[in-house]
């Protein structure tokens, strides 16, 4: 049986990943225990709230060092994302450098926080196989990853973001799969389904 | 394109849904997980749930509640009702809530908004106002309605947005009950003062109540109860009407 971990460095509303994950059939663990992490077959990282504590709290935990060394299948969810990306703007925070994407804030004439469900234009990808083209997925996020090589998919407020990133075995959404109904489930069993 | 966003709201009282009409004669309406997981099933955008019990105990029962509709229903929702601080906040999150809504003790304790901001981050922090239309000023008002203050629903709007607030949640009490449309000129006023979402709650009685509301009020999403509780309006012909009126919404 795969071994579905979700890392826990007090970041909020995890359990919502948990269970998103239940209703799938999987029993994902919350750990910030590193040999639980490495052995582990696929990694989340979840996430909301503010950059630079979610850093400490990595950083305390000696996450910070880990999650960039592991080699399976990784998944940065919202603020997970962001902090696997190379810089964030939000209190001028160095990430992970997983990703090379900067994350900056919203600075258009669209309202910030963007909540709410919104469309996506997606690249080839196996986290984001099989969904169909104008998907609406959920986004809450007052900051957002730019474009680059490594975005799967893109959504437009304003302007273009990186709603979804990928590097090599590395995924982030900046929506909220596990808050997207049924296309969010079936982009978690996607990730949960791919191959090493 | 971002979408205009339909949110039923489940009143919850006891563990039980009710709906006020006016703040006053509740009446059953039956179990919120399973109205939470309809809802969910036909396509509801985002669902609030407002406790409504009174005493520490019931509250418990609340989280408890909030624990089981976020292991059923894989869309957003908030929850609201007598939270004072950023451990009542705290609760409710880790029990699987994605928002938290505060109204009176927003007023009573603005700090509260910018700490429960700096906790959770403002996506997480809705502020709710209930305000009547007192001759011709929008009064807010408190304890769902029971209590006038001074303040005035655009002055207090503006400010909870400058103290961290990610959502404004308008209730007009003049409209809420009447099924006669939302206050679409105060919700316009209001959107063009703030610079974040706003929640156009009380009044929904019609399909083109809505419409008004985002075509109108220029609100982001809207609120209602009884008309999706006693399936006046499903979901599903809603946002058909809407999107043949050129509106946005997620299908």
């Known amino acids: 049986m795969s071994k579905v971990v979700i890392i826990d460095y007090g970041a909020g509303n995890i359990q919502s990943v948990q269970f998103a994950l239940e209703r799938l059939g999987v029993q994902a663990r919350l750990t910030h225990n590193k040999e639980d992490i490495l052995s582990a077959n696929k990694v989340i990282f979840p996430g909301v709230g503010h950059a630079t504590p979610a850093m400490k709290s990595l950083q305390a935990k000696g996450l910070d060092k880990l999650i960039p060394t592991l080699t399976q299948p990784v998944l940065g969810i919202c603020l997970g994302m962001q902090l696997m990306c190379s810089f964030s703007e939000e209190n001028n925070q160095n990430g992970l450098g997983i990703f090379g994407a900067t994350v900056k804030k919203f600075l258009g004439q669209e309202k910030v926080p963007h909540i709410g469900w919104n469309d996506i234009t997606l690249k080839k990808s196996n986290l984001l196989k099989g969904i169909k083209k104008n998907a609406y997925v959920y986004f809450v996020h007052s900051f957002y990853a730019e474009t680059g090589s490594e975005t799967i998919a893109i959504t437009n407020y304003g302007q273009n973001f990186s709603a979804a990133l990928q590097k090599n075995n590395f995924y982030g959404c900046q929506f909220h799969p596990e808050k997207s109904g049924e296309l969010g489930q079936k982009i978690l069993k996607n990730f949960l389904t791919i191959n090493k | ?251």
Not at chain 2, 76 to 88: A, D, H, L, Q
Request: charged share 20%; net charge negative; proline share 3%.
């Open chain 2, 1 to 251: 394109m971002l979408t205009k966003r339909i949110i039923p709201c489940l009143d919850i009282k006891d563990g039980r849904t009710v709906k006020g009409v006016n703040f006053k004669n509740l009446i059953d309406a039956g179990d919120p997980v399973e109205l939470a997981a309809l809802y969910s099933d036909q396509g509801a955008d985002e669902l609030v749930f407002l406790d409504i019990s009174a005493t520490a105990e019931k509250r418990k029962t609340f989280a408890e509640l909030v624990n089981k509709i976020a292991q059923k229903i894989n869309i957003p929702f908030t929850v609201g009702g007598g939270i004072t601080s950023v451990e009542e906040a705290r609760t409710l999150l880790l029990a699987g809530a994605d928002k938290v809504s505060i109204n009176s003790a927003a007023v009573r304790n603005p700090a509260l908004i910018t700490e429960l901001s700096n906790a959770f981050g403002s996506q997480c922090v809705v502020v709710a106002i209930d305000a009547k239309q007192v001759d011709k000023e929008w009064v807010v008002h408190l304890v769902g309605g029971k209590e006038p203050t001074n303040l005035s629903l655009f002055d207090w709007g503006k400010q909870v947005v400058e103290l961290g607030a990610g959502e404004i949640l308008f209730t007009s009490m003049n409209n809420d009950g009447t099924k006669q449309g939302f206050a679409n000129k105060a919700l316009q006023k209001l959107s063009t003062l703030v610079n974040v979402p706003i929640i156009a709650s009380g009044g929904a009685g019609s399909i083109q109540h809505f419409a008004d509301t985002f075509l109108l009020g220029g609100a982001d999403a809207a609120l209602a109860a009884s008309v999706f509780h006693f399936n006046e309006i499903t979901l599903p012909n809603l946002k058909q009407e809407l999107q043949a009126q050129g509106i946005a919404v997620r299908s």
